[in-house]
Structures are given as C-alpha cells and as structure tokens.
C-alpha cells in the first residue's frame, strides 16, 4: 500500500507530545450498486490501541500568519489544518480568526463540533450542511453571504484567507464567491477582481492546500 499524506489536525499547544489526523472512511455504493471502499481508510478504521503503523512528517504548505486575522475555509476532512491553527491561534491570544466548515449533515459529520464551541469567544464559525435541507448550501454559498464582513477583514485589516480540502470543485467555486465579494463590496471589475486574487495568491495572503 502506498503511503498516503495526511494534514495535521492537532496543535502542540493543546495537545502535546500528540499527532491528530482526521480521517473520512471511504465506504459507499455506486449508482449501480457496486461497493466502494478505500484501502487506506479502512484499513486505518481497523487498527487497534497498540497496533504500530509507520509514518512521516514532513512541513505543509500553508503558512499562517498571526498577525493579521486568518479566514480559513475547510469544508469535510479540509478543516483538519484549521483546528490546529484555531488552537495555536488562541494560545497567543487571537481572537479574530474566522472559520468556514461545510459537511453533509449537522448531526452526521460535523467534525470537532463541541470543540468549536469551546473556541467561540476566539473563533467566528459559520457552517454550511449541504443535505439537510432541500435546497443544497455548500461553503462557497456561506461565504457570499458573510461578504460585508470579509470584505472588511480583507480591506481594512489585511486578514489572510486560507482554503483546504478536496480539490475537485470546491477550490474554484470558494475562489469565485471571493471574487463575487471583490466586485460586490469594493466596486471591481472582473479584471481588477481577478488581478487582487492574483496578488493574494503572490503574496501568500490567498493559500491552498487540496487533494482529490
């Protein structure tokens, strides 16, 4: 079996001497009725306390900046790196970081929700449940309704957007909802909006980290 890179999800000022991942079994059927599964997660749903399993560490892409307010957009297992800057955030006395977490169901994965609870007074969480209701709501459809707001925090107090999770459409569509806020809320065109994503992304302000 292949070896497979995993994000961190814990954070050494919480949870030290420990390393957090969060991983999603991959169990479903297709439209045909054929049974899927993934090899690595089921077979990492199957250890036991005790089992050795070999592993490496190695930097991730994202660089978070704390001096600035961090937006962090991580829809499913993409939250993973977020709760780990939540915590380091709030250990050096942050309080204005904001999150945008998108699931299926509210009470089928809403990973570490108790402890979004916890971090309410340093973390602004908005979330998105795409399934339970008619009408599907992703995270890009969250984001454009909290655009005064990010507008704000990206034109006035310079804050740093950070997006992660998987790379097949959710990348794009978060970039268009931001774009949307660009020309929204500060009067671009699609040019002059396309140009600020550009020199985000330059300067780092505007990070990726996806997977498919």
């Not at 090899?39 to 190695?58: A, E, N, R």
């Not at 991580?74 to 050096?92: K, Q, V």
């Not at 990206?154 to 804050?159: F, K, Q, V």
Request: net charge positive.
């Amino acid at each position: 079996m292949r070896p497979r890179a995993f994000s961190i999800a814990s954070s050494p000022s919480k949870h030290p001497g420990e390393i957090h991942i969060l991983v999603a079994v991959v169990n479903y059927k297709t439209r045909m009725h054929k049974r899927r599964t993934g090899l690595c997660s089921t077979f990492m749903s199957k250890l036991k306390f005790g089992d050795l399993v070999k592993i490496w560490l190695k930097k991730g892409g994202i660089r978070f900046n704390d001096q600035v307010p961090n937006i962090m957009i991580g829809p499913g297992t993409g939250i993973a790196p977020f709760r780990s800057a939540a915590y380091d955030l709030t250990a050096i006395g942050k309080t204005d970081s904001v999150v945008f977490f998108g699931c299926r169901s509210n009470r089928k994965d809403f990973y570490f929700e108790d402890e979004w609870k916890e971090l309410k007074d340093s973390v602004e969480l908005f979330t998105a449940f795409s399934r339970d209701q008619e009408d599907k709501i992703y995270v890009q459809h969250i984001i454009k309704e909290q655009g005064e707001l990010l507008w704000k925090l990206i034109n006035s107090d310079r804050a740093s957007v950070y997006v992660a999770g998987n790379s097949k459409q959710m990348p794009e569509a978060v970039r268009d909802a931001f774009l949307s806020i660009f020309k929204e809320y500060g009067s671009f065109s699609d040019d002059e909006s396309m140009k600020l994503y550009e020199e985000m992304q330059k300067t780092k302000k505007y990070q990726q980290e996806t997977w498919s």
